[in-house]
């Protein structure tokens, strides 16, 4: 396939296939029998495969009852063109729920979120245990529209609802030893079918861990997200909270969060932990830096267009964050340090 890259990384409507001659092409390529590949964060197969994408839409996204949300909304990134919600809610990798791109939104519909525990604790002088309530009530919530972008080079814009770690953190009070911080998603395979049955899990490790610099979890732009297009979040985006990391491949943003916890020295995080050549402890977007199967100088922008469409575009460093978070790397050889 003939893929154009546009000079700027930005998308117009003009880019965009019309739905109408998208669902036309998507039964075409049925018929064609494209569907069935398995769409892995860790298989060679994953730059090209669509599989996930196509099938998506058939996904049952509608049984768990999401919540209309009160907040401020973004009105600095209004010129983003958003990836639609039918999209972000049924495209989606959470292993915990199967590994391929429409599991999560058709098995994770009956999954429990209230009550919720979150406990946020370590090295800090108040540590705290939110309940279910308190996600959405702690903190005044506000709508950021950010980029996503997958480490499997496609990437969506997002209308999140949320707020900054760094109101977090300062409530726990961290002490001058706290240098990381390490999050855990629930550990529940009675829950979460993924966790205990490696093929419909992927194979990595369970449970799901993260972790940030403390000077990456203050920055502003952290976001604690509970919500997404102005309701609460869908258990496939990470119910009832997830954390996202904008300048970060996607997989850095870990799903429905437990345990925050403030520590010493750096954690081993799941991804790097699995393949340390191919998933860093910083992941931060970069043209630059290749990952050894494929390029990361261009990513698929999934919009309400289909594989055809024109949405191939560049990829910007720190995922064009660049101008908030590149000081937090002055010095640092990002080729080694990926
Ligand atoms: N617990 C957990 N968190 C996770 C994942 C996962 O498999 N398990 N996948 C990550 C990856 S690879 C991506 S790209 C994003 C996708 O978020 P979305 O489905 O809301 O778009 O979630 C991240 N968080
Ligand atoms: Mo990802």
């Known amino acids: 396939m003939l893929i154009k890259i546009p000079k700027k990384s930005a998308l117009t409507a003009a880019d965009i ?10 039964k075409l390529i049925k018929t064609m029998g494209f569907l069935g590949t398995g769409a892995l964060l ?3 197969l994953s730059q090209t495969a669509n599989a996930g994408f196509f099938g998506s839409d058939r996904a049952n996204t509608t049984q ?3 919540t209309p949300l009160s907040f401020t909304a973004d009105k600095d990134n209004l010129s983003l063109l958003k990836t639609p919600e039918q999209k972000v809610i049924s495209h989606n990798n959470f292993y915990e729920f199967g590994a391929q791109k429409h599991q999560p939104a058709e098995l994770a519909q009956h999954f429990n979120v209230d009550p919720w525990q979150l406990t946020v604790s370590g090295e800090c002088d108040h540590p705290i245990t939110l309940d279910y309530d308190d996600l959405t009530s702690l903190f005044p919530l506000e709508e950021r529209i950010y980029r996503l972008r997958c480490v499997e080079a496609w990437s969506m814009v997002i209308p999140w609802i949320g707020f ?3 109101q977090l953190l300062q409530k726990v009070s961290p002490k001058s030893s706290a240098k990381y911080v390490v999050f855990q998603t629930l550990d529940d395979a009675k829950q979460m079918p993924g966790q205990d049955d490696r093929r419909l899990g992927g194979g990595i490790t369970f449970p799901y861990v993260e972790g940030l610099r403390i000077d990456e979890a203050m920055n502003p732009l952290t976001l604690m997200s509970v919500g997404l297009y102005g309701k609460t979040l869908p258990p496939q985006n990470g119910a009832p909270i997830r954390l996202v990391v904008p300048w970060k491949y996607g997989f850095k943003s870990i799903k429905s969060i437990v345990s925050i916890k403030l520590v010493s020295k750096q954690p081993k995080t799941t991804w790097q932990q699995l393949a340390p050549n191919e998933y860093g402890f910083y992941a931060n977007v970069n043209p630059k830096h290749d990952h050894p199967r494929w390029s990361q100088a261009s990513e698929r922008r999934i919009t309400s267009g289909g594989l055809f469409a024109r949405n191939r575009i560049e990829t910007q460093p720190f995922n064009g964050y660049g101008e908030q978070v590149a000081h937090l790397y002055k010095g640092m050889d990002l080729s080694k340090f990926y």
């Open 42 to 44: 860790g298989s060679a």
């Open 17 to 26: 296939t019309d739905e109408a001659v998208y669902l036309q092409r998507r």
């Open 64 to 66: 768990f009852t999401t």
């Open 164 to 166: 900054s770690l760094a």
